[in-house]
């Protein structure tokens, strides 16, 4: 039998600032945008509760923008890619990465830079006017992605020539839009050391100053090699390695030392394309858990360093062994990500045209994320309490719940997980609560295991179908949620305590709410809409929801009817984090939406939308 790690969260305790900074995702290539699969796609990721993933880095942007010569553009598909990304509540982490119709050659040659500069003049005021100066703002704008690897354009004097181009044109736009780089792939390469010394001492093209500004620095650290094999990720490597470019960093310009920092493809393993099939089992939630942790733990506390984003490239359209949230089933072939990656926009018009139909189902790697999104912006300290999750693997993150200074409750992401991929056992978890206020309470835990959360072994189990039927595509995705438990509890007296015992097997994620009653249920979620999309076995409709702000964990249900005035009956199995529902039924003429507490208290229900 296993022991006990007692946990205890006093909610008396101070609590700290805690950013989200893992909020961001990405793939490539921009394309996909305009594509039903990644549409669909993006109303899952933006439906992650809380903005749990904010923003997407994608590859190859401008691409989507044609030009008849310097200074004659057509922006028509980059409108609708960045429309649909909005849409969906996501903002574009933006790499000014792609060429418009390949008509640029050479940054050395000042004359191209020039023409850069007003290309990048025309977008920011572009998208300035189209979504607003606040929204802009709220961007990051970044360098060419991987230039020691993807940067054809110059060398590094022509990449240099290239950024001044794009910080002179944002600047002259808006002073406040951010700018930094250079997203490299390799450990502190020529490209990055030449980059800081340019933005540190070096002389701007278009203004002859000395020095370039820089918002923020980002690099590109992984877990593994690419391997064919399923190579286990050292998770720890990952910090090491973000450290040499920060010890580079304080070294050699210490002006750039208070910077923020980014690791915008923090993945497990190099290699997109690659299959391996912990992708889509729990371990990659467990794995993704520790990451963030471990980045809180011994990056931000124990180094000091103002980490601001942490991404990764799971946004791809792929398979269960692919690095994405989402499995495909399909006949469309899922292509490798870059390859010397050419935007081919009459192919993609003809893609568009006669679109495949496909299914989606939701990963664990997706599901973490919702659990993540759980936790609030006020964080525990649990130092001291003997955990040491990067030899042991079991690890927490405590965060404070309830409005006002003292917190009536908390959620705690909870994960057991060991840079071993195959390996198994089991570890049992107290968590004690203490200083609870008298008053009703919900203990809810959700979970992602081996069988809890796990569409993969659904799917395993009903023969691994390539093109699942519709009796099969609904196993899975009744499998794809977090499994929820819920208990009330009656508190009586003050500062009270309470124990709650878990097993946590290897691996696992588990999201423990504690919740006080109060006098505010949710509110009503509003602007609900509807996608179609072509599945496999008849039409999908995706919706797609606002949920109304909320302290506490709320989840949703989708009311169907045949018409108007009812009557309406609740079509999803299971309550939804996310405000997003695949309906492939489509039995009902009209939709609303509610949400409910862990209390069983329903919100008044959203405005209906026609399914026609």
Request: charged content about 25%.
């Amino acid at each position: 039998m296993s022991d006990t790690t007692r946990i205890r969260i006093d909610l008396f305790a101070p609590t700290m600032p805690f950013r989200r900074f893992w909020r961001s995702t990405g793939f490539s290539p921009a394309e996909l945008l305009l594509e039903p699969e990644m549409r669909q796609t993006l109303a899952y990721v933006g439906g992650v509760p809380n903005r749990g993933i904010e923003y997407m880095r994608v590859h190859y942007m401008l691409d989507l923008v044609t030009a008849s010569s310097f200074g004659q553009y057509d922006w028509s598909r980059l409108d609708a890619a960045i429309d649909v990304m909005l849409e969906h509540r996501i903002r574009p982490f933006f790499e000014l990465m792609g060429n418009p119709s390949y008509i640029y050659s050479d940054f050395n040659d000042v004359g191209q830079a020039h023409h850069w500069r007003d290309f990048m003049s025309e977008m920011a005021q572009r998208y300035q006017a189209r979504y607003g100066a606040d929204e802009l703002r709220a961007w990051y704008f970044e360098t060419w992605n991987e230039p020691d690897i993807w940067w054809k354009l110059g060398g590094e004097t022509g990449f240099n020539n290239y950024y001044d181009a794009c910080s002179e044109a944002l600047k002259a736009v808006d002073p406040q839009l951010k700018l930094g780089g250079p997203g490299v792939a390799r450990r502190i390469p020529p490209i990055f050391k030449s980059f800081l010394a340019h933005c540190d001492t070096g002389t701007n093209l278009f203004t002859g100053e000395t020095g370039v500004r820089l918002d923020f620095i980002s690099v590109h650290e992984k877990g593994a090699k690419k391997h064919a094999e399923d190579l286990t990720p050292n998770s720890l490597s990952i910090i090491r390695h973000e450290m040499m470019a920060v010890d580079y960093i304080r070294e050699h310009h210490p002006r750039f030392a208070g910077l923020p920092f980014v690791n915008d493809e923090c993945d497990p393993q190099i290699g997109w394309h690659l299959y391996h099939t912990w992708h889509g089992m729990p371990y990659f939630a467990g794995l993704a858990a520790k990451i963030v942790d471990q980045h809180q733990r011994l990056m931000i506390d124990g180094e000091g360093v103002d980490y601001e984003v942490l991404s990764n490239d799971n946004g791809f359209v792929g398979h269960w062994g692919h690095r994405t949230h989402l499995t495909y089933f399909g006949k469309r072939p899922v292509r490798a990500a870059q390859a010397e990656h050419k935007t081919d926009i009459a192919a993609l018009e003809a893609r568009r045209a006669e679109p495949e139909p496909f299914d989606l189902v939701k990963k664990p790697a997706l599901s973490v994320m919702e659990l993540l999104g759980l936790l609030s912006e006020r964080r525990f300290d649990l130092g001291g309490q003997g955990l040491d999750p990067d030899r042991a693997g079991l690890g927490a993150i405590a965060t404070a719940l309830g409005r006002g200074e003292k917190p009536s409750g908390a959620s705690v992401l909870l994960y057991n997980s060991v840079d071993r991929i195959w390996q198994s056992g089991e570890s049992t978890v107290a968590l004690d609560f203490s200083g609870l206020q008298p008053g009703a309470y919900a203990l809810a835990s959700f979970r992602i295991a081996h069988g809890k959360g796990d569409p993969f072994t659904v799917w395993e189990d009903l023969g691994a179908p390539d093109l699942p039927n519709a009796a099969e595509l609904a196993a899975m995705r009744m499998a794809q949620e977090p499994v929820l438990s819920i208990e009330h509890l009656q508190i009586g007296g003050a500062k009270a305590e309470h124990e709650l015992k878990l097993d946590m097997p290897l691996p696992s994620v588990a999201l423990v709410a504690l919740v006080r009653r109060d006098d505010n249920a949710p509110a009503a979620p509003s602007t609900p809409r509807i996608s179609r999309f072509g599945g496999l076995n008849g039409e999908n409709r995706v919706l797609f929801w606002e949920p109304a702000p909320y302290e506490g964990i709320q989840l949703f249900d989708v009311l169907g009817s045949a018409g108007e005035s009812g009557p309406w009956q609740v079509i999803n199995p299971v309550g939804l984090l996310s405000s997003v529902y695949l309906d492939s039924s489509v039995g009902a003429g009209f939709y609303r939406i509610r949400a409910r507490d862990l209390f069983g208290r329903i919100s008044a229900e959203s405005g209906s939308v026609r399914a026609d």
